[in-house]
């Protein structure tokens, strides 16, 4: 729950990737050919977080709140967890996936 509102938690960097495919044809006579190919994807390797930690609490820690006071934007939540010792994550908003790093595949076709 982002009890802080929409967007309260950041965002991640702007995902980009290069990907590249090079094929090349060679004819053997006849009907036949042979072709060679390479396919590599994150050319460039980049390593770009793509998920954060969400959890602030530990797992099932719960937390006694006024359903009421909650709707009404009375709440600090920050005050209420020291208040009830509820145990922090310290892995909250911490990097948690990244980008597959680069891959390639070479290919060869025979065709007849």
Do not use: H
Not at 56 to 67: K, P, R
Not at 73 to 93: H, K, S, T, W
């Amino acid at each position: 729950m982002q009890y802080l509102g929409r967007l309260s938690d950041g965002r991640t960097p702007v995902l980009s990737q290069t990907d590249l495919y090079v094929q090349q044809s060679v004819r053997l006579g006849g009907a036949s050919r042979l072709a060679f190919g390479i396919s590599v994807s994150n050319l460039f390797n980049r390593g770009t977080v793509i998920s954060r930690f969400a959890g602030e609490t530990e797992q099932a820690a719960g937390l006694a709140i006024s359903e009421a006071d909650l709707y009404a934007g009375r709440l600090d939540f920050q005050r209420l967890l020291a208040e009830q010792n509820v145990l922090r994550d310290p892995r909250f908003l911490m990097a948690n996936g990244y980008q597959a790093p680069r891959t390639a595949r070479l290919m060869v076709k025979w065709s007849f």
